[in-house]
């Protein structure tokens, strides 16, 4: 059983930061691929960034250089620090978690992934 929260959503200017977080619970070895998604209602989910179990990470090529994944030591904590945000930012933002190699621990593989938080909305004005 794993179980994510996510929190630190709100309303940001263009070219702002938000930093979000999720709380993790469950079996650490069940979640050894993190990841956090976004969804525009009407559009397609699209994977964000991930991160895995030592620490390796992939991002979405529209967040590449704008967006930082990482977890804190206890793996208990995922962050998503977001800088230079713009308006296409705006969306719903999901923590996932699963149990997966490093090779399919990246954006293209949401499908794989397990547990789902429920989500904090992102809004980004200009």
């Known amino acids: 059983q794993v179980q994510l929260v996510e929190s630190g959503g709100g309303s940001v200017q263009s070219g702002g930061s938000l930093r979000l977080s999720c709380a993790a619970s469950?079996?650490?070895?069940?979640?050894?691929?993190m990841g956090w998604f976004r969804q525009v209602p009407g559009k397609a989910r699209e994977g964000v960034a991930t991160?895995?179990?030592?620490?390796?990470?992939n991002y979405g090529d529209s967040v590449k250089g704008r967006f930082t994944i990482s977890q804190d030591d206890t793996k208990n904590t995922l962050y998503l620090q977001m800088n230079s945000l713009k308006p296409d930012d705006t969306a719903i933002y999901y923590c996932?978690?699963?149990?997966?190699?490093?090779?399919?621990?990246?954006?293209?593989?949401?499908?794989?992934?397990?547990?789902w938080g429920k989500g904090t909305l992102v809004t980004v004005s200009s």
């Open positions: 996932a978690a699963a149990r997966l190699p490093s090779n399919y621990c990246s954006v293209s593989w949401s499908e794989l992934f397990e547990y």
């Open positions: 469950g079996a650490t070895q069940s979640r050894s691929c």
């Open positions: 991160i895995d179990f030592d620490g390796d990470t």
